[in-house]
C-alpha cells in the first residue's frame, strides 16, 4: 500500500514557476514508477508527466514538454514536478500517481493503483 500527499500548489501569474511534490509513505518507493495528471471542471483527467523507478527515463505530455520537468528522490520517497513558464491553460487540480513497475501505458491513468487527493494550480493571466 502507498500513500500519496501532494504540495506546493498555488496561484501564480502566467510566465511564473512552481514546484510541485509528492511524498509517499510505504515500502519500495523504488519500485514504483510515478506520474503527474491534471484535471479542470468538466473534463477528464489527463497526462502531464511521467518518470520510471529509476528515474533514467522520462515522459511528457506535448503541451508541457520543455515548460515542466518530472524527478524524483529515492531516498526521500518524493517526486517533482517543476513548472515553469506557466499558462492561464496549466490551471487545473494536479494529482500525484503510483504504479508498480514501469509500463509502456505510462500515459493511461487506469494503469495506475494509487493517487494522492490533488493540489490547486491557479495560473492567472
Known amino acids: 500500500q502507498v500513500q500519496l500527499v501532494e504540495s506546493g500548489g498555488g496561484l501564480v501569474q502566467a510566465g511564473g514557476s512552481l514546484r510541485l511534490s509528492c511524498a509517499a509513505s510505504?515500502?519500495?518507493?523504488?519500485?514504483?514508477?510515478m506520474a503527474w495528471f491534471r484535471q479542470t471542471p468538466g473534463k477528464e483527467r489527463e497526462f502531464v508527466a511521467a518518470?520510471?523507478?529509476?528515474?533514467?527515463?522520462?515522459y511528457y505530455a506535448s503541451s508541457v514538454k520543455g515548460r515542466f520537468t518530472i524527478s524524483r528522490d529515492n531516498a526521500k520517497n518524493t517526486v517533482y514536478l517543476q513548472m515553469n513558464r506557466l499558462k492561464p491553460e496549466d490551471t487545473a487540480v494536479y494529482y500525484c500517481?503510483?504504479?508498480?513497475?514501469?509500463?509502456?501505458?505510462?500515459?493511461?491513468?487506469?494503469?495506475?493503483?494509487?493517487w494522492g487527493q490533488g493540489t490547486q494550480v491557479t495560473v492567472s493571466s
Open positions: 518518470i520510471s523507478t529509476s528515474g533514467t527515463s522520462t
Open positions: 500517481a503510483a504504479r508498480r513497475g514501469n509500463s509502456a501505458y505510462y500515459y493511461v491513468l487506469r494503469y495506475y493503483d494509487y
Open positions: 510505504g515500502r519500495s518507493f523504488s519500485s514504483y514508477a
